[in-house]
């Protein structure tokens, strides 16, 4: 009996030990495990786990944290974040408990300060220093989660495709297009110049051609070349040529007799998008599509398509504020999808050699340009698309900001010290505290805080005579508690939810708001008077903020169309 005793006394102790040894190795834990948000948990982090940018570290850990919710468009979209990062926030600080571990003890509910009606889904958080130049992550650079009680990850299901193959079935010509009828809708091809041609997909029948927020160049009437085989449909251009072989329905994609893209299935439906795909030779590089960090030749990687912010992001990350959906690749093309809808690149990331573009919805549309090299393909874009007004001479220069400015006294004495000390300044930049005394509750206010800043005027001209040009930033969100809010409300030029009123996002980090539906003539207009009393005392740019737009819920409605529809114009 003591013998069996003891066995299973040693047993039991092993099973402690490695047990213990797995938590300890955890980067992160909570107690208790997927708790309830009414309930009091206490986490606990490790600082010589993840990317072990705290290990050792010898003073004050303080934690960022935020929620995830129902309404999160993925993992990264805090909602409620809480904490002051980069300074010695006191309701963040952790408390050092040994051996590089730390924890804190709070109860979601209260701390985060969720209404109620919200489905809280995890809590996700980083760890960090006191000025934020040291950032606790996981080990691939990721915030860390942790489930609430019932919490279950969606298992994403394998996308079906909803045809296989398209059937020939005819063409026509007309004005210098070209329409090619198949058993899955018509296929456009419109000449813009002699090396820019449009290609769009009309599944039901052809009405007219998609319009356009992105081009502002009219197409030339430029009338190809076309002859015809019992295989093959060719037409030319000077510096493209479309070979279209009819069984299986396949279009190519030529410059002076030499392949540089090919279709693989070309456009589809499929139950999870709309899109096209195409195939890439070997060793072709692909550049552009936007802001990421994640090096210049993108090829094997997922590009997301949706504008967005990634605060704090590391080397590797992807999406970073502005996307544009145009790759140029090393064969001398540039392909632009001119669709503004959420959606991604699949840069070839499965290693099958595809190309794919995909959204939820919107015109299914791309534009081709070939160029002798990336110069002249970039010229030729910008012709498509627009170019960039020339900016003023001294905007050009050293644009002074910091997050953030809080009083006129601070500025003054920030602008005198640096030209006191012969450092070069141009201009001014003042964040959110021009027009509040807190990050939260003040968006849309679009007037100076007297408190801080009593004679704002006056220190416009001021730094003016110095040589100081005077910028403020702008966002086109308005919190619900102002006066502003009321107004634009009444005149409705807020975005609205499915019935018509303004919609009120709850869960904006700077506090219960609303977004200007800036697609509105009236609200440009509204916007525009707002601004010029900024420039009528002497404000000579604008700085604009959160205009991706950072809280886009997709149930929002614009004039133009759903939120995912028009988040990318």
């Not at 456009?188 to 998609?210: C, G, L």
């Not at 539906?517 to 509105?520: A, E, S, V």
């Given at each position: 009996?003591?013998?069996?005793?003891?066995?299973?006394?040693?047993?039991?102790?092993?099973?402690?030990?490695?047990?213990?040894?797995?938590?300890?190795?955890?980067?992160?834990?909570?107690?208790?495990?997927?708790?309830?948000?009414?309930?009091?948990?206490?986490?606990i982090?490790?600082?010589?786990?993840?990317?072990?940018?705290?290990?050792?570290?010898?003073?004050?850990?303080?934690?960022?944290?935020?929620?995830?919710?129902?309404?999160?468009?993925?993992?990264?979209?805090?909602?409620?974040?809480?904490?002051?990062?980069g300074?010695?926030?006191?309701?963040?600080?952790?408390?050092a408990?040994?051996?590089?571990?730390?924890?804190?003890?709070?109860?979601?509910?209260?701390?985060?300060?969720?209404?109620?009606g919200?489905?809280?889904?995890?809590?996700?958080?980083?760890?960090?220093?006191?000025?934020?130049?040291?950032?606790?992550?996981?080990?691939?650079?990721?915030?860390?989660?942790?489930?609430?009680k019932?919490?279950v990850?969606?298992?994403?299901?394998?996308?079906?495709?909803l045809?296989?193959?398209?059937?020939?079935?005819?063409?026509?010509?007309?004005?210098?297009?070209?329409f090619?009828?198949?058993?899955?809708?018509?296929i456009?091809?419109?000449?813009?110049?002699?090396?820019?041609?449009?290609?769009?997909?009309?599944?039901?029948?052809?009405?007219?051609?998609?319009p356009?927020?992105a081009?502002?160049?009219k197409?030339?009437v430029i009338?190809?070349?076309?002859?015809?085989?019992?295989?093959?449909?060719?037409?030319?251009?000077?510096?493209?040529?479309?070979?279209?072989?009819?069984?299986?329905f396949?279009?190519?994609?030529?410059?002076?007799?030499?392949?540089f893209?090919k279709?693989?299935?070309?456009?589809?439906?499929?139950?999870?998008?709309?899109?096209?795909?195409?195939?890439?030779?070997?060793?072709?590089?692909?550049?552009?599509?936007?802001?990421?960090a994640?090096?210049?030749?993108?090829?094997?990687?997922?590009?997301?398509?949706?504008?967005?912010?990634?605060?704090n992001y590391?080397?590797?990350?992807?999406?970073?504020n502005?996307?544009?959906?145009?790759?140029?690749?090393?064969e001398?093309?540039?392909?632009?999808?001119?669709?503004?809808?959420k959606?991604?690149?699949d840069?070839?990331?499965?290693?099958?050699?595809v190309?794919?573009?995909?959204?939820?919805?919107?015109?299914m549309?791309?534009?081709?340009i070939?160029?002798?090299?990336?110069a002249?393909?970039?010229?030729?874009?910008?012709?498509?698309?627009?170019?960039?007004?020339m900016?003023?001479?001294?905007?050009?220069?050293?644009?002074?900001?910091r997050?953030?400015?809080?009083?006129q006294?601070?500025?003054?004495?920030?602008?005198?010290?640096?030209?006191a000390?012969?450092?070069?300044i141009?201009?001014?930049?003042?964040?959110?505290?021009?027009?509040?005394?807190?990050?939260?509750?003040?968006l849309?206010?679009?007037?100076?805080?007297?408190?801080?800043?009593p004679?704002p005027?006056?220190?416009?001209?001021?730094?003016?005579?110095?040589?100081?040009?005077?910028?403020?930033?702008?966002?086109p969100?308005?919190?619900?508690?102002?006066a502003?809010?009321?107004?634009?409300?009444?005149l409705?030029?807020l975005?609205t939810?499915?019935?018509?009123?303004?919609?009120?996002?709850?869960?904006?980090y700077?506090?219960?708001?609303?977004?200007i539906?800036?697609?509105?003539p009236?609200?440009?207009?509204?916007?525009?008077k707002?601004?010029?009393?900024?420039?009528?005392?002497?404000?000579?740019?604008?700085?604009?903020?959160?205009?991706?737009?950072?809280?886009?819920?997709?149930?929002?409605?614009?004039?133009?169309?759903k939120?995912?529809?028009?988040?990318?114009?």
């Open positions: 009996m003591i013998l069996r005793f003891n066995f299973i006394f040693f047993i039991l102790l092993i099973f402690a030990f490695y047990f213990a040894q797995g938590i300890q190795a955890q980067t992160l834990r909570v107690i208790p495990q997927q708790p309830l948000p009414s309930e009091s948990v206490t986490i982090y490790d600082a010589t786990q993840g990317n072990a940018a705290l290990k050792d570290f010898d003073g004050t850990v303080y934690f960022h944290t935020g929620i995830i919710t129902d309404a999160s468009r993925d993992e990264k979209d805090w909602k409620f974040a809480t904490g002051d990062w300074k010695a926030d006191k309701k963040m600080a952790m408390t408990v040994g051996d590089n571990l730390y924890q804190a003890t709070f109860v979601p509910n209260d701390f985060y300060s969720i209404p109620e919200i489905k809280t889904l995890q809590m996700a958080f980083v760890f960090r220093n006191e000025d934020g130049s040291k950032v606790g992550k996981s080990a691939k650079n990721t915030d860390f989660y942790l489930p609430f019932g919490f990850a969606v298992e994403k299901k394998a996308p079906t495709y045809f296989n193959n398209k059937i020939y079935k005819g063409f026509t010509q007309k004005e210098g297009c070209v090619v009828e198949t058993s899955e809708g018509m456009a091809f419109r000449p813009f110049t002699d090396s820019i041609i449009e290609v769009s997909w009309h599944p039901q029948k052809f009405e007219d051609f998609y356009s927020h081009v502002i160049l197409p030339a009338e190809p070349v076309v002859s015809e085989t019992p295989s093959m449909l060719i037409f030319d251009l000077k510096g493209i040529q479309v070979l279209i072989q009819k069984n299986p396949t279009i190519s994609y030529l410059t002076n007799g030499q392949a893209l279709e693989e299935k070309g456009f589809f439906k499929r139950s999870d998008a709309t899109g096209m795909r195409f195939k890439l030779e070997v060793g072709e590089k692909l550049y552009g599509s936007g802001g990421r994640s090096g210049l030749n993108l090829r094997g990687q997922m590009l997301g398509l949706y504008n967005r912010p990634d605060y590391e080397f590797g990350a992807n999406n970073l502005y996307m544009i959906p145009t790759l140029l690749s090393s001398n093309y540039m392909l632009f999808v001119d669709n503004p809808s959606g991604w690149f840069a070839d990331s499965k290693g099958d050699g190309l794919e573009f995909a959204a939820e919805s919107g015109p549309r791309y534009f081709l070939t160029g002798q090299n990336p002249a393909i970039l010229k030729q874009y910008a012709s498509l698309t627009g170019k960039q007004p900016l003023p001479r001294w905007a050009y220069g050293n644009l002074q900001s997050m953030a400015y809080r009083t006294a601070e500025t003054e004495a920030i602008v005198d010290s640096m030209i000390k012969d450092f070069p141009d201009a001014i930049i003042l964040d959110f505290y021009w027009f509040g005394d807190s990050i939260l509750g003040h849309g206010r679009l007037d100076w805080w007297k408190p801080s800043w004679e005027e006056k220190m416009i001209q001021k730094f003016k005579s110095k040589g100081v040009r005077t910028i403020t930033i702008s966002e969100y308005i919190i619900d508690s102002l502003n809010w009321r107004e634009a409300d009444a409705g030029i975005v939810d499915s019935i018509g009123n303004s919609y009120v996002d709850q869960q904006f700077f506090g219960p708001g609303s977004l539906d800036i697609f509105k009236e609200a440009q207009d509204w916007l525009w707002q601004y010029r009393k900024q420039f009528d005392i002497g404000v000579e740019g604008l700085w604009g903020d959160l205009g991706e737009p950072e809280s886009h819920p997709a149930d929002i409605h614009h004039v133009w169309g939120a995912n529809e028009v988040h990318n114009i």
